[in-house]
């Protein structure tokens, strides 16, 4: 009996501290799935403070770098010796990514990273052996080779010989294995290695102006902001109907864009965070997307998207999203929404919601307009109305825009 009894009490504190490390499973699973979900509404939440004293002292360690021969670039001479690139400000410090603007020969320009220091990207077999005459202790076709996988890994697709012409330093001389260590450092950063095959491609796309060791240059461009009324700034343009008319201009200039970038290269380009500060306007009012961080190519995107999934929020990458298939729980590896969709729901949803320019533009057409971005925007909208909805939308704000240029004359 006294067996028995302290059996069944045995099994009721079995059950009980069963039970407790269930309820701490489940509690820490949901502050798990809080933080993730914080992270993703807001992914600065973790970023480090962003200061001009922690920006110098990294430019710093890179010049020291440079001056021991660890790393190259067409712009550490000019950063490193001749003072022709200047610090200037600090703009952003996310995850690790680093984002300063400086003045390169009195022009202003962007320095990115995905890393703060040049040692924290890993280094290749090749370049950690021991050199000899000072120059890379491994086959350059070899190491040709491991670029090509690191290009491929970035952008899902097999790189031809001339796409990786822009990527490989020219001539060879003393700084040889820095050159190669620097090379291997930015095609492990997906934005530098996408930029470098769009160049020259697009004018929606930054052209990279150099790099020394891990940093690249950029141009700068100011970028949009949900603060502006107009999303992005648009200095010296005056108010009422040659405001509204540089506003149908950027919007053509977005929907050029989206063209492009659906059908302008060999493969779609994916771009699944669209918001007001990853683009900035030229001043000839052309849209030009500033951080690429998540665009990616059809079949990267396939990649992303091709998850196991119980439901179809399970598919959802930022802005671009699959179906669930429930019998087979995978999701879909087609994209179901649209490059068009999502800048209608971020960016024309903002800019067309209300009267466009007063009584410049009529109300039918303004009515239409809306009507338009509504439809545009909804993410239900089979990806096959696509081109007929461009087309719509492109004819509407040309419509809009030969009225605003009649009520200025």
């Not at 020394?212 to 992005?232: D, K, M, N, P, T």
Request: one cysteine or more; charged letters at 25%; glycine letters at 8%.
């Amino acid at each position: 009996m006294a067996r028995a009894a302290g059996a069944r009490g045995c099994g009721r504190r079995w059950r009980c501290g069963r039970g407790v490390l269930v309820a701490c499973a489940a509690w820490t699973a949901g502050w798990v799935l809080a933080a993730a979900l914080l992270l993703r509404a807001h992914p600065g939440a973790l970023s480090e403070r962003c200061t001009d004293e922690k920006s110098r002292r990294i430019l710093a360690a890179l010049c020291r770098d440079y001056r021991g021969g660890a790393l190259a670039g067409d712009l550490c001479e000019d950063l490193c010796v001749a003072g022709k690139l200047l610090y200037r400000r600090c703009l952003h410090y996310d995850r690790g990514k680093k984002v300063l603007q400086a003045d390169w020969r009195g022009r202003p320009v962007i320095l990115k990273s995905k890393e703060e220091a040049f040692s924290s990207f890993r280094p290749p077999g090749p370049l950690g052996a021991p050199a000899e005459d000072g120059g890379p202790a491994w086959p350059e076709a070899e190491l040709l080779l491991l670029v090509a996988g690191e290009v491929r890994s970035a952008l899902g697709l097999e790189p031809s010989a001339s796409g990786l012409g822009p990527l490989w330093p020219g001539r060879r001389g003393p700084r040889r294995r820095g050159q190669l260590a620097s090379l291997w450092s930015l095609v492990q950063q997906e934005e530098f290695v996408l930029l470098s095959v769009l160049r020259g491609l697009s004018p929606h796309a930054l052209p990279v102006l150099g790099s020394c060791g891990h940093f690249y240059a950029v141009e700068y461009l100011a970028a949009g902001s949900a603060r502006h009324r107009a999303l992005f700034p648009l200095d010296g343009a005056p108010r009422g109907p040659a405001r509204a008319r540089a506003v149908g201009d950027m919007a053509l200039s977005f929907l050029d864009l989206v063209r492009q970038f659906d059908h302008g290269f060999s493969h779609r380009l994916h771009l699944c965070d669209v918001k007001p500060e990853n683009f900035a306007i030229r001043r000839d009012l052309t849209v030009v997307a500033i951080d690429v961080d998540m665009a990616f190519f059809e079949p990267k995107m396939r990649e992303i998207l091709e998850q196991n999934c119980t439901a179809d929020e399970d598919c959802s990458f930022f802005d671009c999203f699959s179906r669930c298939d429930l019998r087979a729980h995978r999701c879909g590896a087609q994209r179901a929404n649209s490059n068009l969709q999502v800048v209608c729901d971020k960016i024309f949803r903002h800019w067309f919601s209300s009267t466009l320019g007063g009584s410049a533009v009529s109300l039918r057409l303004q009515r239409q307009l809306r009507e338009a971005v509504q439809e545009c925007a909804d993410p239900r909208g089979p990806q096959a109305a696509a081109p007929a909805m461009f087309w719509k939308l492109r004819r509407l704000l040309q419509a809009a825009l030969r009225e605003l240029r009649e009520a200025e004359k």
